[in-house]
């Protein structure tokens, strides 16, 4: 089985900074994406930025400039860089990698268990 731990989260003022971590256990061949979701209460789960394998970045608009989305493969891990936080960043949020565990294998989405963020004086 693969399992991902998010860490990181916090209580922080706004524009302050955090850096989340995420990291995979088990049995895994590769990661082809790795990325960040966030949920705020009420509201529906949203992709926040994301990695291929590849090297290529998205990231929704209400993050672009502040965040910075990184992998390091050797480590199963993936990071966000949060900078200039706002409290409309506040939220819980997820990491997912899209994992194949096998050379032959299909891939399959798994989630972290999530991380507070809290923004506010």
């Known amino acids: 089985q693969v399992q991902l731990v998010e860490s990181g989260g916090g209580l922080v003022q706004p524009g302050g900074s955090l850096r989340l971590s995420c990291v995979a256990s088990g049995s895994i061949f590769s990661i082809e994406t790795m990325s960040w979701y966030r949920q705020a209460p009420g509201k529906e789960r949203e992709l926040v930025a994301f990695?291929?394998?590849?090297?290529?970045?998205t990231y929704s608009d209400s993050v672009k400039g502040r965040f910075t989305i990184s992998r390091d493969d050797a480590r199963k891990s993936a990071y966000l860089q949060m900078n200039s936080l706002k409290p409309e960043d506040t939220a819980v949020y997820y990491c997912k990698y899209n994992v194949r565990r096998t050379l032959l294998g299909v891939t399959r989405d798994y989630w972290g268990q999530g991380t507070q963020v809290t923004v506010s004086s």
């Open positions: 990695i291929t394998n590849t090297g290529r970045i």
